[in-house]
């Protein structure tokens, strides 16, 4: 089935995706025109919704647009990031299981996953639930490419869209599920992203993310008070249901290990 897309520089208008740009075993190349005549590539069935050439704000930003960062990206730091953040033991794999049973993703739903990076939560939900739509977003192009990359490895047919997920380029009520793993601390206006995946899922819909709240440990303190220089946000569990709650979610379900919580918002 194709998707729909709304146009980024002009919310009236629609772009329809071809179904082929998902099937990413088959590289595929062109354009989408707008009724405008406005025209968005599609390179390696990555389609660039991105009209701002400069795609980032921060430094945390910028390392994500570094070539090498996509390439040891998933492997050698998401692979070992809930484990060494939290103190515990809880491996990508526990991180993925848990996941999969709180969305319970469903044959014929549309789902989205925002700052992907490698797509590992698109790629997870897609492979689990096959019948459903998935599509995978993400400022970063080298990032985009290394979720192709590993998806063809997979045999797991995705849509990958380059697009900013402070202006999501879909009309509203579109997504049954949305899914965020640790985007939310570098984007440079929480609330509006917030806001944006609100409009894009559906009233019934669920979005299930993963983030990083303020350390209570004096050394924590520090090394995140270092890392916000470079545009990383922290919240406590109390600023972080309220950024929710005022973006229109409730919270169905919430999970802390140390300083990372998992949540499900409805």
């Not at 329809?16 to 354009?31: C, D, H, I, Q, W």
């Not at 390179?43 to 009209?51: A, G, S, Y």
């Amino acid at each position: 089935m194709s998707l729909e897309l709304r146009a980024p520089h002009n919310e009236r208008l629609s772009l329809e995706l071809p179904v082929e740009a998902a099937r990413l075993g088959t590289p595929f190349n062109g354009s989408l025109c707008a009724e405008d005549g406005r025209l968005f590539s599609i390179d390696r069935n990555i389609v660039q919704l991105v009209e701002n050439k400069r795609t980032f704000d921060t430094l945390a930003q910028l390392s994500n647009h570094v070539p090498v960062t996509a390439q040891v990206y998933e492997d050698l730091w998401r692979r070992r990031s809930i484990g060494l953040l939290s103190g515990e033991n809880f491996s990508l794999e526990e991180e993925k299981k848990l996941m999969l049973d709180w969305t319970e993703p469903k044959g014929g739903e549309k789902i989205l996953d925002v700052g992907c990076s490698t797509a590992f939560y698109a790629r997870s939900l897609q492979d689990y639930e096959p019948g459903a739509q998935t599509v995978a977003l993400d400022l970063s192009l080298p990032m985009l490419q290394k979720a192709r990359e590993k998806a063809v490895e997979e045999e797991v047919d995705l849509f990958l869209l380059q697009a900013d997920a402070r202006q999501l380029p879909f009309f509203s009520d579109t997504f049954d599920l949305v899914a965020m793993g640790g985007t939310l601390n570098e984007v440079s206006n929480t609330a509006q992203v917030l806001t944006e995946i609100r409009r894009v899922l559906r009233p019934n819909g669920r979005f299930f993310i993963m983030y990083l709240l303020k350390s209570s440990h004096w050394l924590g303190r520090v090394a995140q008070e270092s890392s916000s220089l470079g545009g990383l946000h922290f919240w406590t569990y109390e600023e972080s249901k309220n950024l929710f709650k005022g973006a229109g979610f409730t919270i169905d379900r919430v999970e802390t290990k140390g300083i990372v919580a998992f949540a499900l918002l409805g």
